[in-house]
């Protein structure tokens, strides 16, 4: 009765939740209770951030092994160095350092005034291009028109 119990839970383990099980790629790390209104960190969107509001609590996924220096690269899918992120930035970015103040995003599009210090290193990751904004949720460069409308 036990082993029929085991085989049963190995197959709906496999069949409906496939990674949800633990299983992850040879370059990726299983999380239990990842933000799932923050996605992964991509190369194109190296530094998401929580959204003001967020109701959902926690996710199980695969991500890549930060602790190896390694990103996925959002285009292929696959984990890379994170070195190797300067050619693979998405439609409507550009490569460039990271600046002092958050860029425009959909929930924050007017660029509101910021008095943080600048870091003295430069942190390179893909940018909005001038006159796109941040879609916080894809992590996409938009235009503000473009963006998803608020919920509620």
């Given at each position: 009765?036990?082993?029929l119990l085991l085989i049963l839970i190995a197959?709906?383990?496999q069949d409906t939740?496939?990674?949800?099980c633990g299983e992850c790629g040879p370059l990726e790390v299983f999380k239990e209770c990842a933000s799932p209104c923050v996605p992964e960190r991509t190369c194109q969107y190296q530094f998401p951030v929580e959204p003001n509001v967020c109701i959902l609590s926690c996710e199980?996924?695969?991500e890549c092994d930060q602790n190896k220096g390694l990103i996925r690269d959002k285009q292929s899918g696959e984990c890379i160095d994170i070195g190797k992120c300067e050619d693979r930035c998405s439609r409507n970015q550009f490569y460039g350092c990271?600046?002092?103040c958050p860029e425009p995003t959909c929930d924050n599009p007017k660029?509101?005034?910021c008095t943080r210090p600048c870091p003295r290193i430069c942190i390179n990751e893909c940018l909005c291009k001038e006159g796109y904004v941040r879609n916080t949720r894809s992590g996409?460069?938009?235009?503000?028109?473009?963006?998803?409308r608020p919920v509620g």
């Open positions: 009765m036990q082993q197959l709906l383990c939740l496939g990674q949800l199980q996924r695969c990271r600046p002092c660029h509101l005034p996409e460069c938009v235009l503000p028109r473009q963006c998803p």
